[in-house]
């Protein structure tokens, strides 16, 4: 705490200052926070598990064979520098060896089979409107820049970054062995090829918004919107199953594909895809690829100085690519009975409190609100890590052969997923891994998710009292619950199903309430003049102030008339410091600017000032007065 810093005033200051002043950004970060504290954390439990995973022990079982060798594989710099780029000669071949382009389909689908990234997104979703059945998905994609915009933006700063990552691109090509003449002209092809998809390509804030990123067609349908692409040949490659039905996120994109197909010879995709094979790969490759990856994409993107320990990228990558099965022996070693029951009563407590607060809004028409409790009752909770773990065992990993392990895992994830076409939903499944510091709400499965890798301190710490529990797991659950009700969430029924529940007088209130919060982020800069996008954060920003207000409710109800001080702190005090300390954060210029481009969440700063000034429990807690910057004069309020 900065106890100097008057709470009224800078309650993130009064909370955080000292624990930023203290904790400066290690060099090989871009934000360094207390989420990012426990990651690192989990990374050291982690790295445990996979050096002696990695002893070529002939007793290991199945599981720490995978495991240890995908990470003494990735760990082996000297045999993979001395390997250079063998691992991907026969991907480059084969891209040399294109005869016309119509055989561009089968190509893109192999490279895609094998985790590269090529051209769009393909793969299997939940129905929008029959949560039941997964269906075939295609969206845009085949960008290396983080958003469309950046291709798109006439700014200094996007400009200077375009100019960078042309650069980046040479290098690559360079390092693989092309003359500099060459590798120039290739860069600017690249370049070229990606900003016509981008253009093609749907902004992040209308992504948001469900109907615009459903176009459920026939396959005949998606060929007659992009019939320059061998789709039929494309689908057989992919190794995806028979199917009818697609949704085609954004049909746009794919009239885009069939124009650039027609503008760009031969010679220029195979440009592109040999872009796509450097760039997907660049981690596993030998040390100049993952040098120059790095000054691109951590130094200039993000601004971190130095790049991570090999030991960290190669815990990272294995988490990635084998999660469920280095999640197993994670959560033998941390996760105890315990703090699930507690979670659990958590949850429960702030499940209830959401009921109250609906029955209790003023805005909200009756026959809405006993909607919006059906839904609410319908949420189901899943805490710690999947019941049914994933079995890895058709996924061949050798220790001597790092960008292939790679690839082999990635293909068994894209044939997974496209495995689920035209099967009922599985929703027993994971979208996380059990060591992942984070959790999320589902609206098409209408569940929370809770890994094991976030119920740990400071989230969720055994020995805490209740007001610092529910500051800090307790409002990432209220977070999560009221992502079924916020500008996405609320779009989807019970059953998960993209069906309007609400009344028009409601849902015209709804977005009044919404405009007050997407007004308030707007006006705030986490950098030089950079502003908030309101739009993009509102979701998450709607989240975090319902979180913060039905933890409350839960806590005030759990404890009753307990009011003990503890450090000489009401449990009101220590609840929403402890809701202040989750946040704690230093972060770059580079990486607030990158986030405030693409990022839903608002930085930590305002994640927490942001929330408080619309609270009165706050305000009342601290004794603030009006006109205070942490009262808000127009207090927003959607739950
Ligand atoms: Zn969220």
Not at 81 to 96: F, K, N, T, V, W
Not at 429 to 448: G, L, R
Request: proline residues 5%; aromatic residues 10%.
């Amino acid at each position: 705490m900065d106890k100097s810093a008057d709470p009224c005033v800078d309650f993130y200051q009064y909370a955080c200052g000292n624990w930023i002043k203290q904790n400066p950004i290690p060099p090989d970060q871009s934000r360094w926070g207390r989420f990012t504290q426990l990651e690192e954390r989990n990374l050291e439990v982690l790295r445990q598990i996979l050096e002696e995973a990695a002893k070529p022990d002939p007793k290991r079982d199945a599981l720490a064979q995978k495991i240890g060798d995908y990470y003494a594989a990735c760990m082996d710099v000297a045999g993979i520098d001395a390997r250079g780029l063998a691992p991907i000669q026969p991907e480059l071949d084969r891209i040399r060896d294109l005869k016309d382009k119509s055989q561009l389909a089968g190509e893109v689908a192999h490279l895609q089979r094998t985790g590269i990234g090529s051209l769009f997104d393909f793969g299997s979703g939940q129905d929008f409107k029959d949560s039941n059945s997964v269906i075939a998905q295609a969206d845009q994609g085949g960008i290396g820049l983080p958003d469309r915009d950046y291709y798109l933006k006439d700014d200094v700063q996007m400009k200077q970054l375009r100019e960078k990552y042309v650069a980046h691109v040479q290098r690559m090509f360079e390092l693989a062995g092309a003359p500099a003449a060459q590798a120039k002209a290739d860069a600017q092809t690249v370049m070229r090829i990606e900003t016509d998809l981008a253009k093609g390509s749907l902004d992040r804030v209308s992504r948001r918004d469900p109907e615009k990123v459903y176009h459920r067609m026939s396959r005949q349908d998606l060929e007659s919107l992009d019939p320059g692409f061998r789709w039929a040949e494309y689908f057989t490659a992919s190794g995806a199953p028979e199917f009818q039905q697609i949704n085609v996120a954004w049909p746009d994109f794919f009239k885009a594909q069939n124009t650039a197909l027609g503008a760009y010879s031969l010679d220029d995709w195979k440009t592109y895809l040999r872009w796509n094979v450097l760039h997907s790969e660049a981690a596993l490759l030998p040390t100049p690829f993952v040098d120059e990856n790095f000054k691109f994409y951590g130094k200039t993107l993000t601004g971190a100085e130095e790049i991570r320990p090999r030991w960290k990228r190669c815990v990272e990558y294995t988490d990635a690519q084998l999660g469920e099965a280095l999640g197993q022996k994670f959560v033998e070693r941390t996760f105890g009975a315990q703090g699930k029951e507690r979670t659990l009563k958590m949850v429960d407590a702030i499940e209830k409190a959401l009921g109250q607060d609906i029955q209790s809004l003023s805005w909200m028409t009756p026959a809405t609100k006993q909607q919006a409790e059906i839904k609410l009752k319908a949420i189901t909770n899943k805490i710690g890590y999947p019941d049914k773990w994933r079995d890895y065992s058709s996924v061949v990993i050798r220790r001597d052969d790092a960008a292939g392990n790679g690839m082999r895992a990635d293909q068994f994830e894209f044939q997974r997923q496209l495995n689920k076409i035209g099967k009922p939903v599985d929703r027993a499944e994971w979208q996380m891994t059990p060591p992942t510091v984070n959790a999320y709400y589902d609206p098409q499965m209408n569940n929370i998710n809770f890994p094991a890798g976030i119920l740990q301190p400071p989230f969720y710490d055994n020995r805490a009292d209740d007001a610092v529990n529910f500051g800090a797991i307790g409002m990432v659950i209220g977070h999560e619950l009221t992502h079924g009700f916020d500008d996405q969430g609320r779009q989807f029924d019970p059953k998960g199903n993209l069906r309007d529940w609400w009344t028009p007088v409601d849902a015209k209130a709804f977005n009044e309430k919404e405009a007050c919060v997407v007004q308030e982020y707007s006006g705030f800069t986490p950098v030089d003049d950079i502003h908030l996008n309101g739009k993009l954060t509102l979701g998450e920003n709607t989240a975090d102030n319902g979180g913060l207000r039905l933890a409350l409710m839960a806590l005030q109800a759990t404890i009753g008339n307990n009011h003990k001080l503890i450090d000489g702190l009401t449990p009101e005090q220590r609840y929403f410091l402890s809701f202040g300390q989750i946040w704690c954060e230093n972060a770059t210029p580079e990486s607030l600017r990158l986030h405030a481009q693409t990022d839903p969440h608002s930085p930590a700063r305002f994640r927490v000032n942001g929330v408080v000034r619309n609270l009165p429990e706050f305000q009342k807690t601290f004794a603030c007065k009006a006109g205070q910057p942490m009262v808000a004069a127009n207090a927003c309020r959607v739950w």
